[in-house]
DNA sequence: CAGATCGTTCAGTATTGACTGAAATCTCCG
DNA sequence: CGGAGATTTCAGTCAATACTGAACGATCTG
């Protein structure tokens, strides 16, 4: 690994950190979006991160669970092939747009902790939970319509490429 | 404070350390968001959160720094009072919404560190960036929007109850 | 000016949780 | 069936960090 990439795996791992997830999940898939060979074994990527072989299995768990790796096996090879599929990126969008849901969810039970209270008092939370309501419902619309989109612009691309 | 009320601000608390703020900084904020006073004192707060003063003059300042809660001040009173004004909602927003930015700036740096690789090397990480840049500039559009129509809705009931 | 109250700072504590590495388990080939 | 190669599990270690509480400083009152 160049200093580079290094770097970027480094960054990509504290960020999914940040997100929920270990530091190690996001170097792993960070590392599966920019080897060379997009196929690794377990003891490819424990070589390529400094990392414990029962690390990357807990991890690999957890990232195939998700749906951000994939684990594929080869005839006459015991070995497990992790790589990181396309729609590892919409699960990862969604997810992060389940963010708005989270505090939608957390706002209406708060709501019914104070239900006996005057209007005016439960005004400041209420439109914390309408707010929440609204990016809820559109964050993920406009995110499905742009993969919809891109999807088929995809199709549009392999049809020509064949012709 | 009521067990629902409790649980609320508790799952506050854990809600913003899921955003790289404190607990204290969740629980703080949503106390400030049910209390039946809507400005409270350092004091006050702590004793409401079974919490430190030490830890409230931190937190406080996180807080009001990123502009979540405001602090204000009476003549005649030395003590603050901590209130957590409607704006801090839309900062919240987007604040939320720059982990589309960060996510794509990591994979700009990325790309950058792979640059002499050939394209189809580069595809996974290439697609990253793309879609975030999309969601990066989107994502914070509809919000803006969202916001700014519910202003206006808002000037146009104020307008209403004063004819 | 003395006294009291409020806010801040900071060293110490305790908890959390990610990672390691060795032992256990599984699977397939010869 | 024996054994090699691979994965999983788990107890232990280590670092990060949120919170406490006492000491300090500042500000207003009588």
């Known amino acids: 690994m160049t200093p580079g990439e290094s770097q970027f ?37 424990a070589a390529a991160l400094h990392a414990s072989r029962g690390s990357i299995s807990g991890t690999a768990r957890l990232l195939a669970t998700s749906g951000l790796i994939r684990r594929t096996t080869k005839p006459g090879d015991r070995r497990e092939y992790f790589s990181a599929p396309p729609e590892g990126l919409d699960l990862l969008l969604n997810n992060a747009a389940g963010i708005y849901h989270q505090m939608r969810a957390i706002a209406m039970r708060g709501l019914d902790a104070i239900a006996d209270r005057p209007p005016e008092s439960r005004a400041r939370l ?33 049809s020509k490429g064949k012709a």
């Open 9 to 45: 795996v480094e960054e990509m791992g504290q960020f999914l950190a940040s997100l929920g997830m270990t530091p190690m999940a996001g170097r792993m898939w960070g590392w599966l979006l920019i080897c060379e060979q997009p196929e690794q074994t377990a003891t490819d990527i």
């Open 126 to 158: 209420q439109e914390f939970h309408d707010v929440m309501g609204f990016v809820e419902r559109e964050v993920p619309r406009v995110i499905a319509e742009y993969l919809r989109q891109r999807s088929t612009e995809r199709s549009a691309e392999r």
